[in-house]
C-alpha cells in the first residue's frame, strides 16, 4: 500500500462511516475487528480508547485533527460508532494498518510499534501524538469528501 493506493481506498468507499473507519485504521493503527466495535463513549476530547481483543488491553490513542472532523460528522444511530455492515472492509483495513506503521515508522524509530500496541513499553502520548500529527495522509481526507 502506499498514499496513492490509500487515497483510492477511501475514495471507492460508500459513506462517511466507512470513510472515518479508514481513517480511524490509519492515524490509530489498531485492528479492523476493534475499531468496528468502538463506542462512542470510547471517545474523549482528542483521545479515543481501544479495547484490543488479541490482548486484552484497553489502549488509548489519540486523535488526529482528521479523524475528529469525520466522527463530527456522523450521525449517532446507537452506542457503537460503526454498524454490522461496515465490517465488509476489515480485509483493506489491514493494509491500512500495515502502512500506518510504516509511516509512522519514518517520522521516529520504534514509534509503529507503539501505534499497533506492540512496544514492549508504552510510548509518552505526547510523543505519539507527534508522530501521528506528522503522518502523511491524502488530501481528500483534510474535508472528508471524495
Known amino acids: 500500500m502506499n498514499t496513492t493506493a490509500l487515497s483510492e481506498l477511501y475514495s471507492a468507499s460508500e459513506g462517511i462511516a466507512r470513510q472515518t473507519l ?19 463513549s470510547a471517545i474523549q476530547a482528542d483521545m479515543v480508547t481501544v479495547h484490543q481483543k488479541k490482548t486484552g488491553r484497553l489502549v488509548d490513542r489519540p486523535l488526529h485533527p482528521v479523524i475528529v ?14 454498524s454490522d455492515t461496515d465490517r465488509t472492509i476489515q480485509r483493506g483495513l489491514l493494509d491500512v494498518r500495515r502502512f500506518a506503521c510504516s509511516e509512522i515508522e519514518k517520522v521516529s524509530t520504534g514509534l509503529g510499534a507503539a501505534l499497533l ?27 472528508g469528501e471524495k
Open 22 to 40: 479508514i481513517v480511524l485504521a490509519y492515524f490509530t493503527g489498531q485492528r479492523p475487528g476493534d475499531l468496528i466495535d468502538i463506542e462512542w
Open 117 to 143: 500496541g506492540h512496544a514492549d513499553r508504552e510510548v509518552e502520548i505526547g510523543i505519539l501524538r507527534d508522530g501521528i500529527n506528522q503522518m502523511p495522509f491524502p488530501v481528500a481526507w483534510k474535508g
Open 69 to 82: 472532523d469525520h466522527l463530527n460528522r456522523l450521525h449517532r444511530t446507537g452506542e457503537r460508532i460503526f
